[in-house]
Nanobody, 115 residues
Framework: QVQLVESGGGLVQAGGSLRLSCAAS????????MGWYRQAPGKQRELVAT???????SYGDSIEGRFTISRDHINNTVSLEMNSQKPENTAVYYC?????????WGQGTQVTVSS
């Protein structure tokens, strides 16, 4: 089992910045990938960003270079720096752990961007 606990969500004005963090604990092994997904009301969950064990990031098509994902192996955390926020970024953001067919999700943290 792997436990993922997100933090850092909240209310931010359009154009502002917000940093999400996810602390992972439990039986992590292998070259696992960590990432962030989001789900807005009435929409499907979509990819925000992932980062490989070696630190290679990948971003969803809608991110437009305003977000930066990073990970810290010492503290087993993955972070998402979100800049130039837009109201359409309002969603619940979920932390994700993936190694092969094994996948875990955090409970999510709400991000609300006001116009």
């Amino acid at each position: 089992q792997v436990q993922l606990v997100e933090s850092g969500g909240g209310l931010v004005q359009a154009g502002g910045s917000l940093r999400l963090s996810c602390a992972a604990s439990g039986n992590m092994f292998g070259f696992y990938i960590m990432g962030w997904y989001r789900q807005a009301p009435g929409k499907q969950r979509e990819l925000v960003a992932t980062i490989t064990y070696g630190g290679t990031p990948s971003y969803g098509d809608s991110i437009e270079g305003r977000f930066t994902i990073s990970r810290d192996h010492i503290n087993n955390t993955v972070s998402l720096e979100m800049n130039s926020q837009k109201p359409e970024n309002t969603a619940v953001y979920y932390c994700n752990y993936q190694w092969g067919e094994v996948e875990y999700w955090g409970q999510g943290t709400q991000v609300t961007v006001s116009s």
